[in-house]
């Protein structure tokens, strides 16, 4: 993917990608609702703006580059999944809690790999596993945001302050999608960086 356009419409395939995985149910098929919204809206910005698809650099024609695009999209799809079980009534109970907390671990293994694969294709392509870009930065934020919000699911839910309780917790993975709008939108239009579009 070289362009605008087409990150905007694989993100929203992998945000239809992660719905249908994680609203298999009944208890949480009602996400459909506030998911397919994120799912459109992607595509109608799409639809806005320039459709010529460009050729990938060479540097950017390789299995490793592939790879880590579509694990690094595939980790924002659940991401943006996650974001929206806060958003559902309380009835679905722990069926949309336990949702929630496999949008933020699915989401959080495949953007992993998709750093390493990133990694290793920037090895091969640039000689360095790593160059301080504002994207790569961001990322690194998305990384541990979501690792340590993974493991904070493992805090028993406590009533007092500073309680961490079930609702707090898809509280702060919606919030996460915040900064993965940011990393994914805000850095690669507004900071010049290889990962600009």
């Known amino acids: 993917m070289a362009g605008l356009f087409e990150s905007l419409t694989v993100f929203s395939f992998c945000?239809?990608?992660a719905g249908l995985i994680l609203c298999g149910s009944e208890e949480t098929a009602a996400a459909w609702r506030p998911l397919s919204i994120l799912v459109l809206l992607p595509q109608a910005g799409a639809?806005?703006?320039?459709k010529r698809m460009?050729?990938?650099?060479p540097a950017l024609d390789t299995p490793?580059?592939?790879s880590h695009v579509g694990l690094s999209f595939l980790g924002y799809g659940f991401f943006a999944a996650g974001s929206r079980w806060d958003r559902l009534p309380a009835g679905g109970g722990?069926?949309?809690y336990r949702a929630a907390g496999r949008s933020a671990l699915y989401g959080f293994s495949a953007f992993s790999a998709g750093m390493v694969c990133g990694g290793i294709w920037a090895y091969y392509a640039w000689g360095s596993y790593w160059i301080w870009t504002p994207k790569e930065i961001w990322s690194v934020i998305v990384w541990?945001?979501?690792a340590s919000?993974?493991?904070l699911k493992f805090i028993p839910e406590q009533k007092g302050w500073p309680g961490w309780t079930k609702r707090l917790e898809m509280g702060a993975t919606a919030a996460?999608?915040?900064v993965v709008l940011l990393t994914f939108l805000g850095v690669s239009l507004l900071l010049r960086s290889s990962h600009s579009f």
């Open 15 to 17: 945000c239809a990608v």
């Open 47 to 50: 639809a806005l703006i320039d």
């Open 54 to 57: 460009t050729p990938l650099y």
């Open 64 to 66: 490793w580059f592939a």
């Open 94 to 96: 722990d069926a949309v």
């Open 144 to 146: 541990i945001y979501f």
């Open 149 to 151: 919000l993974t493991h």
């Open 176 to 178: 996460g999608y915040g």
